[in-house]
């Protein structure tokens, strides 16, 4: 079954808190242009005023035919996965049009604004002083500017196809592929939905939204990855004395560490959507972000895995 599930076996890895300043510094979209070149447009949105850096990567050998286009989230960290040997298997295989949807700032994770943009639920949790806190139920907003701005302006400036669009997300971006092929399926034809945050507001992504998209679905491709840590409940070495990592155990406990896997087997049984699930032995939450990310460029597009 591990095979038939292309389970990779990775040493284990001890668990770190993610530094929430921590800033991306050079990545491909700064290097000369090679077997990609980049340009970067920013969108402005909402009142007040919100902005997202855009990064267009388009192969620079001239396509014959529309190219297959792949949408990340958390685009900053997106770029830092990738390196010029990553960019030449790409042109060399299914030379597909890479956007990296970021923020207008040069932090890898900016916690706040995706916090907004990737739920379609309000959370209210505790935070690390006790005080009760609301955030999120952004998505369906950000959704409507990815569909009517970010789109639009890369199909101005690259030849996609329409028909082959996919979108991959971690963590709470996972959760926004989720929410996004719920509410609206034809957005694209692949989804990828890496370490879902699936506890996000008490579970609610497994509620009405879920069941609606059951009960009229839509054809679609989903892939599901979760690393073997996550779905064992193992989170490595943690600093108890920190409020704000007691503060986010806490609200995670709002699914079960399998929910992703679970979840996997209820939608498999849905009509039209075919389900790919994908485990990755070792692996805890911040570093399935790289190795999600690979192994979609693999089962897309071909390239090594």
Known sequence: MAAALGVAVIAPVAAQQRNPLQTIGETVLDQPAQSYRFERFVIEDGTPARRWRV?????????????????MLDGNAAAMVF???????????????????????????????????????VDTAEDENGVAQSTGGGAAAFLQVIQQK?????????????????????????????????????????YVSASPS???????????LEQRFVAHPAPAKLWLMLGGDERSGNRGV???????????????????PDAAHVLSGRLAAVPGLQVTYREFAGLGHGPMLPASLKATLAALYGVPD
Do not use: C
């Open 83 to 121: 390196d010029q040997a990553l960019l030449g298997e790409l042109a060399a295989h299914g030379a597909p049009v890479l956007v990296f949807i970021g923020y207008d700032n040069d932090l890898r994770i900016d916690s706040r604004a995706r916090t907004q943009d990737y739920t379609a639920w």
């Open 55 to 71: 990064h267009v990567g388009v192969p620079t050998q001239p396509a014959k035919t529309p190219a297959p286009v792949l949408y």
């Open 198 to 208: 699936l506890w996000w507001s008490q579970g609610a992504a497994q509620g009405e």
């Open 238 to 256: 943690r600093d108890m004395s920190n409020p704000r990592v007691v503060a986010h155990l806490r609200r995670i406990a709002g699914a079960t």
């Open 150 to 190: 970010i789109k639009p302006e890369v199909a101005r400036r690259a030849r996609v196809d329409a028909q082959q669009q996919a979108l991959w997300g971690h963590s709470l971006g996972g959760l926004f592929v989720l929410s996004t092929l719920y509410t609206q399926p034809d957005a694209f034809q692949q």
